[in-house]
């Protein structure tokens, strides 16, 4: 079985200052990683994933995440936060469950950017 | 806009009663995934069905079924209606089951049970 940790519930920052969301997972196998955001009212939108090779994985809107194997984390980061990245956060890992990967994801991180 | 839809945005119900929730996978997708978010458990996938056929299956009750029809929609029915599942459901749907390929998600559907 695996599972996902997402150590903060909230972080507020400021607007153009860095952020770092943080990500354990525990796993017996190979995992895949994922972070997702979810605005308001809307549903989740893959950010970025960890498949294989390098560690270090960019997604979109300037995000990027790296996997570390030994720390079996996958903290998501930006270095200039604007408004419009407040939303909520998803850390997932998937394994191959029944022929289908299925993701379990983190309860969440609210990132709340201020002006 | 993700390309899927979900219909109803929001239901509203009263216990003991049954409900479906739709969904239509974007154009070309054969998979989809059911996923229920609350604020007790966070987001929990319920179920998947590729090209008609149930793949997964998780955290779902026996109250709980759903189906995806040849045209490729998919329906998640809720029978006795408890408190407790007062929710967001999700689907999602991607061009197949690896995980190389991206889940879209729908924008959702609020049931709220009274």
Do not use: M
Not at chain 1, 3 to 27: G, H, I, K, M, W
Not at chain 1, 49 to 61: D, F, H, R, W
Not at chain 2, 87 to 97: D, G, Q, R
């Amino acid at each position: 079985a695996q599972s996902v940790t997402q150590l903060d519930s909230q972080v507020p920052v400021f607007e153009e200052a860095p952020v770092e969301l943080r990500c354990n997972y525990s796993s017996s196998v190979s995992v895949y990683l994922f972070w997702y955001v979810q605005y308001p009212n809307q549903g989740l939108q893959l950010l970025l994933k960890y498949l294989s090779g390098s560690t270090l994985v960019k997604g979109i809107n300037g995000f990027e995440a790296e996997f570390n194997k030994s720390q079996t984390s996958f903290h998501l980061r930006k270095p200039s936060v604007h408004i419009s990245d407040t939303a909520e956060y998803f850390c997932a890992v998937s394994d191959r469950t029944g022929g289908s990967y299925i993701p379990t994801f983190g309860r969440g991180t609210s990132l709340i950017v201020h002006p | 806009d993700s390309g899927v839809t979900q219909t109803p945005k929001h239901l509203i119900t009263a216990t003991g009663q049954r409900v479906t929730l739709r969904c239509s996978p974007r154009s070309g997708d054969l998979s989809v995934y059911w996923y229920q978010q609350s604020l007790d458990q966070g987001l929990q996938f319920l179920i998947h069905y590729y090209n008609g056929e149930e793949r997964a299956k998780g955290n779902i009750l026996e109250r709980f079924s759903a189906q995806q029809f040849p045209d490729l929609h998919s329906e998640l029915n809720l029978s006795s209606l408890e408190l407790g599942d007062s929710a967001l459901y999700f689907c999602a749907s991607s061009v197949e089951t690896r995980v190389i390929y991206e889940q879209y998600f729908g924008p959702g559907t609020r049931l709220t049970v009274t």
